[in-house]
């Protein structure tokens, strides 16, 4: 089925400038990107975001790190988008993902992993509202 999923490049992803290998990745594949923003995450909406990790040892690191410098938050439309970009973007621990995936190429540690994208449709769509207006979205 056609999907739309929230994907973001991490501020470290930002910093090493790997927006347009990532951007090109999942367009060479053939998805269709809907909406796109470089932006400064607030405390408010990183604790929004991973409010699901709320209770987790790693929450304020998470959320101290997801606000450390700007991200590239996205929305791609495609064929079951939201499972094949998480097989594209690899496990989220860079020491279980495949080279030839985004984070299996580009990180080494759990914590500073690149990419983030929606594991669910409910959570697409959740995040997705997060992130974006209406008429941001093309
Ligand atoms: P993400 O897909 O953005 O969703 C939650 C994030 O928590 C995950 O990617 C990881 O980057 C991060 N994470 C998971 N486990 C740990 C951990 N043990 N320490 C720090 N960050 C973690």
Avoid at 1 to 8: N, R, S, V, Y
Avoid at 68 to 96: D, K, Q
């Amino acid at each position: 089925a056609i999907q739309t999923t929230f994907l973001m490049v991490k501020p470290d992803g930002v910093k090493r400038q790997l927006i347009g290998d990532i951007v090109d990745r999942f367009e060479r594949k053939g998805f269709v990107l809907k909406g796109a923003k470089l932006m400064q995450i607030s405390q408010e909406l990183a604790e929004k975001h991973y409010a699901e990790h709320a209770e987790k040892p790693f929450f304020g690191e998470l959320t101290d790190f997801i606000t450390s410098g700007p991200v590239f938050a996205m929305v791609w439309e495609g064929e079951n988008v939201i499972s094949v970009a998480r097989l594209m973007m690899g496990a989220t621990n860079p020491s279980e993902s495949a080279p030839g995936t985004i984070r299996g190429d580009y990180s080494t540690t759990v914590s500073h992993n690149v990419i983030h994208g929606s594991d669910s449709l409910a959570s697409a769509e959740r995040e997705i509202g997060l992130f974006f207006n209406e008429n941001e979205l093309h």
